[in-house]
């Protein structure tokens, strides 16, 4: 999962999309299923991970 969201090519068509895209899956990953193991080595690896999505997606900090 750390390889899906973390490590995102930057030849894809549509930059901001891809951003918002990875910025979903990562929260929805770390709210839904590593929040919730026994054991959390790489959480604050995570947690910098969506903070540097959030800060490069607009769209990605917007309620909706």
């Given at each position: 999962?750390?390889?899906?969201?973390?490590?995102i090519p930057?030849?894809?068509?549509?930059?901001?999309?891809?951003?918002?895209?990875?910025?979903?899956?990562?929260?929805?990953?770390?709210?839904?299923?590593?929040?919730?193991?026994?054991?959390?080595?790489?959480?604050?690896?995570?947690?910098?991970?969506?903070?540097?999505?959030f800060n490069?997606?607009?769209?990605?900090?917007?309620?909706?």
């Open positions: 999962m750390w390889q899906l969201c973390s490590c930057s030849t894809l068509p549509d930059p901001k999309a891809v951003s918002l895209m990875t910025a979903k899956l990562s929260t929805s990953f770390v709210l839904e299923t590593f929040i919730h193991s026994k054991e959390k080595p790489t959480m604050l690896q995570w947690i910098e991970l969506l903070t540097k999505q490069n997606s607009q769209a990605a900090c917007e309620v909706r």
